[in-house]
Antibody, heavy 119, light 108 residues
Framework: QVQLQESGPGLVKPSQTLSLTCTVS??????????WSWIRQHPGGGLEWIGY???????YYNPSLKSRVTISIDTSQNQFSLRLTSVTAADTAIYYC???????????WGQGTRVTVSS | EIVLTQSPGTLSLSPGERVTLSCRAS???????LAWYQQKPGQAPSLLIY???SRAAGIPDRFSGSGSGTDFTLTISRLEPEDFAVYYC?????????FGQGTKLELK
């Protein structure tokens, strides 16, 4: 059974960079069968897809965040990571990582990590 | 981008009742690539339905999905106590993939 675990700081100052890592267990991230994705859930409940990465390193980002987002993959550590630059209070959310089918269905989600942007 | 509108926002129901949730898209969803997720308090969303009507592994058959084009529904034939949660639809046929704002099922 695949498991995903997000990790990273819970508090980030405005204008700084948010960095999170997702550690995958029970499955190899070096698989052509899936994408690996970041999604966030805003305090009001709305879900927003941030982007995903393929084992090859190919990335796909939500156009609304593309200028600030970088997703990377480390197959040796079975991890993938999110960097979001120039954060504001609007980036306060629960951040989830997920395993995604090649069609785009979110098959398994991590438990999520809450990130607050505040000085 | 495709906007998904779910209705109603909240439903107050009792166990044993039948419920139908609606998800309407602002444009046609390619190939009916529409999924439904359930989210319980303090948990991540979990997949129920994909491809508009295919149940994910382990999902009871009281959950069913239907629809095409711009109109989709999730039906729970007989509510169990564990079904009271928030339900989200997601379209993945058009980039960027988007989610509806959710429908909350609460205990009457």
């Amino acid at each position: 059974q695949v498991q995903l675990q997000e990790s990273g700081p819970g508090l980030v100052k405005p204008s700084q960079t948010l960095s999170l890592t997702c550690t995958v267990s029970g499955d190899s991230i070096n698989s052509a069968a899936y994408y690996w994705s970041w999604i966030r859930q805003h305090p009001g409940g709305g879900l927003e897809w941030i982007g995903y990465i393929y084992y090859s390193g190919s990335t796909y980002y939500n156009p609304s965040l593309k200028s600030r987002v970088t997703i990377s993959i480390d197959t040796s550590q079975n991890q993938f990571s999110l960097r979001l630059t120039s954060v504001t209070a609007a980036d306060t959310a629960i951040y989830y990582c997920a395993r995604v089918s090649v069609r785009g269905v979110f098959l398994f989600w991590g438990q999520g990590t809450r990130v607050t942007v505040s000085s | 981008e495709i906007v998904l509108t779910q209705s109603p926002g909240t439903l107050s129901l009792s166990p044993g009742e039948r419920v139908t949730l609606s998800c309407r898209a602002s444009q046609r969803v390619t190939n009916s690539y529409l999924a439904w997720y359930q989210q319980k308090p303090g948990q991540a969303p979990s997949l129920l339905i994909y491809g508009a009507f295919s149940r994910a592994a382990g999902i009871p058959d009281r959950f069913s999905g239907s629809g095409s084009g711009t109109d989709f529904t999730l039906t729970i034939s007989r509510l169990e106590p564990e079904d009271f949660a928030v339900y989200y639809c997601q379209q993945y046929g058009n980039s960027p993939q988007t989610f509806g704002q959710g429908t909350k099922l609460e205990l009457k």
